[in-house]
């Protein structure tokens, strides 16, 4: 009689890696990137390579000299990916030791003092901007126009975000005239301010997102969730009151976009199932919109989806799958 041999696991073997991961995220983050760079110029190349240069170190430094970490895993990505996105998330006027202070805070503080890639409860990039949006309120919210192509002396103008937290503030529903149409949003041709350097273009980040989906990097539930929460929510808004911005407008600016794309898909920190990525994708809408509209900032986004990182170990408890072999409890 023969007997069923089971070898230990694996069984199988798939393509993904830590490293295609990350470099496919960097490679989707590619149009949104060069769009920052044609529209601020030496101020937006300085920020994102500093920031990198930054991130890549700390890692590297404290696996090194900290941990005491014979392998070294700043080749695997994370590390200059966080450091891209902390440099999407901020303005293009930046002074460097600020950018550093946000990188060390990003790799030491959000990463590396929780263990290191898979452990961290926090994005790193978004608690690095986080820090920096606390301990430098004035230089982090000072946003050079479109086409200053210069770096600490570019002139600075109001987001659309801004001249939306002025309409709602001032209760005056015209002060919306001066929001740049959804097209103008949508390719970034904005009159004056655009904010960080993530979110000038909406399309090139969409352009990131379609290459995630179709590299199956991503899926669909986190970034369908928040953005349509928030374009329902803002649609509502509009409608009883026309001091709240259109929710095309809304939708196409600030760092809605670039959150909900490259942010709040991190794997470590957003859910793992399908369901629980769509209760944490509407959870950050209703929090961003709230926190748009009637908090002290004219962004939610990073609040937003930190808040949802630290409910992240609750919402995989409450919906967590069944496991192989298991009966249901409803069967």
Not at 121 to 131: D, H, K, M, S, T
Not at 211 to 216: A, E, G
Not at 262 to 272: G, L
């Amino acid at each position: 009689m023969s007997k069923l041999i089971v070898s230990l696991s694996p069984h199988a073997h798939g393509t993904d890696s830590v490293e295609r991961n990350m470099y496919g995220v960097m490679i989707a983050l590619l149009p949104a990137l060069l769009v920052s760079f044609y529209y601020f110029g030496l101020g937006s190349v300085i920020v994102c390579a500093t920031s990198v240069a930054a991130c890549v170190f700390f890692e590297w430094a404290i696996n090194k000299y900290m941990l005491k970490n014979e392998r070294n895993t700043v080749l695997d990505g994370s590390a200059a990916l966080t450091g891209i996105l902390l440099g999407m998330n901020l303005p293009s006027n930046l002074p460097i030791w600020i950018i550093i202070i946000g990188a060390l805070f990003a790799i030491g503080v959000a990463k590396m003092s929780f263990g290191g890639l898979g452990q961290n409860i926090f994005n790193p990039a978004l608690v690095g901007r986080a820090a920096l949006l606390v301990a430098f309120p004035a230089q982090m919210t000072t946003w050079p126009k479109v086409g200053e192509l210069g770096y600490l002396d570019a002139a600075t103008g109001a987001t659309p975000l801004s001249i939306m937290k002025g309409a709602i503030k001032s209760g005056d529903a015209s002060v919306l005239n001066q929001l740049p149409d959804s097209f103008a949003l949508l390719i970034g041709n904005h009159p004056d301010g655009a904010g960080a350097l993530g979110e000038i273009c909406a399309l090139a980040l969409l352009i990131g997102l379609a290459f995630m989906l179709w590299r199956k990097i991503i899926t669909w539930h986190i970034p369908v969730s928040i953005l349509g929460t928030v374009f329902v929510l803002s649609g509502l808004l509009h409608v009883s009151n026309p001091i709240y911005a259109d929710p095309f407008s809304v939708l196409l600016s600030g760092g809605l976009m670039l959150g909900a794309i490259f942010m709040a898909t991190d794997y470590v920190t957003s859910p793992m199932t399908g369901k629980g990525q769509l209760i944490y994708g509407i959870a950050i809408g209703v929090l961003t919109v709230i926190i748009r509209n009637w908090g002290a900032y004219p962004e939610g986004m990073s609040f937003a989806i930190l808040i949802m990182n630290a409910f992240t170990p609750l919402i995989n408890n409450y919906v967590k799958p069944t496991r192989f072999g298991e009966v249901p409890a409803s069967k």
